[in-house]
Nanobody, 120 residues
Framework: VQLVESGGGLVESGGSLRLSCVASGNIFSIFAMGWYRQAPGKQRELVASITDNEQTNYEDSVKGRFTISRDNAKKVVHLQMNSLKPEDTAVYHC???????????????WGQGTQVTVSS
């Protein structure tokens, strides 16, 4: 399974970015999709996730500013980030939990990450 992320970059405080992640490879079903981030010197943390039932979960600091969505047919997950703050600066990693055949085990996969930098 391969994950290709796009959409990171440099933006001023208050600006917006949209991250996208496309999954490909041997995938039968995608359960959860999400985004994690890791800032220098900090642990990786969950930013937002979405299940196959469209249930979403957000880290408290991004609620009301970030929106996660998925397109199951295209195997894509998006993260719309508005009202960005300098503290949102981090490497953002895509995550998926998939099964590779009917009734198969679930496996986690991670993308390489895309840098998001918010200037003050």
């Amino acid at each position: 399974v391969q994950l290709v992320e796009s959409g990171g970059g440099l933006v001023e405080s208050g600006g917006s970015l949209r991250l996208s992640c496309v999954a490909s490879g041997n995938i039968f079903s995608i359960f959860a999709m999400g985004w994690y981030r890791q800032a220098p010197g900090k642990q990786r943390e969950l930013v937002a996730s979405i299940t196959d039932n469209e249930q979403t979960n957000y880290e408290d600091s991004v609620k009301g500013r970030f929106t996660i969505s998925r397109d199951n047919a295209k195997k894509v997950v998006h993260l719309q980030m508005n009202s960005l703050k300098p503290e949102d600066t981090a490497v953002y990693h895509c995550h998926v939990r998939v099964s590779q055949w009917l009734g198969g085990n679930e496996y986690d996969y991670w993308g390489q990450g895309t840098q998001v930098t918010v200037s003050s």
